[in-house]
């Protein structure tokens, strides 16, 4: 056979400048549009049962145990006082176990070689995934806002922390269940960190109670739980108190986002759990 048979039909097309930009758009937009397209098609998994979850938490927590508690650090109602860490504690459930039964259902359909032989860039497909997560996260938190207020009133004190706590908790543990994902190796490993890890911290967390009514060393001991953090900056946005200055939970979370998106995206590039 000659040379000249021997060459591909078709030549791969490489983009480069403008069109690879616009081809890695592309390519998020469809792995997010996927991603929030199965949110919504199976909701009644999605969206319904953390509704109800909280809601019951306002009932027994904020009606039934809080009407004999009285107002707590700074004056509001126990139910106020819950309902921004409640909020917190449903986005970050979600946005974890959203994005871990999605990235190791591809692995486990073994469609995500697919994405892997795309020319598609390891980030693409990483912010495609994170990006489902956090808006099923925040649709979640929504909904959860939404039925708080139907128990007592809020007032939004600071919109800007609130928001952007919001989304940079989603995203840590958006990254969080895809570094879970990514070593999984059977449906049953995704669910042992939210079971020992994942549920002991957001209980321990200050979603409850503020820290200043635990002696010490439980109270330096909190400290080190980095959800601790984000229920404090989140409540800050929502009530404008804080059992922790603001300006270190942002430091605590935005070195999270930097350090485990970096390491995500290091397990991707190499293929950890993904290529045997």
């Not at 917190?88 to 070689?113: A, L, Q, R, W």
């Not at 979603?207 to 980095?226: A, Q, T």
Request: with cysteine; aromatic share 12%; charged share 10%.
């Amino acid at each position: 056979m000659n040379d000249a048979a021997r060459e591909p039909l078709t030549t791969p097309v490489v983009y480069t400048g403008a069109p690879r930009v616009r081809a890695n758009l592309v390519a998020l937009g469809t792995i997010t549009r996927r991603e929030v397209h199965r949110v919504m098609r199976i909701w009644t998994q999605t969206l319904v049962p953390p509704a109800i979850t909280m809601t019951l938490y306002f009932v027994i927590f904020g009606k039934v145990i809080g009407s004999r508690i009285g107002t707590i650090e700074g004056g509001f109602s126990y139910m106020q006082y819950i309902v921004p860490g409640l909020v917190m504690m449903s986005i970050i459930n979600n946005c974890y176990s959203n994005i871990t039964s999605s990235f190791f259902g591809s692995k486990f359909g073994h469609y995500v070689e697919e994405m892997l032989a795309s020319p598609m860039p390891s980030w693409v497909v990483l912010t495609g995934y994170v990006a489902g997560a956090v808006t099923r996260g925040i649709v979640v938190g929504v909904i959860v806002l939404g039925i708080a207020l139907s128990f007592t009133s809020l007032h939004l004190a600071h919109p800007l922390v609130a928001v952007t706590t919001v989304l940079l908790g989603a995203t840590i543990f958006s990254l969080a269940g895809f570094i879970n994902a990514m070593f999984a190796k059977r449906f049953d490993d995704i669910a042992i960190v939210p079971t020992f890890v994942l549920q002991p911290l957001t209980y321990l967390g200050g979603v409850f109670y503020s820290i200043n009514m635990l002696g010490s060393p439980w109270r330096e001991v909190s400290k080190v739980n980095p959800i601790l953090y984000m229920v404090n900056a989140f409540r800050y946005g929502i009530l404008g108190a804080s059992d922790v200055p603001v300006w270190m939970a942002y430091a605590v979370m935005l070195a999270f986002v930097v350090a485990l998106g970096t390491v995500a995206l290091w397990l991707l590039r190499r293929g950890v759990g993904l290529r045997s």
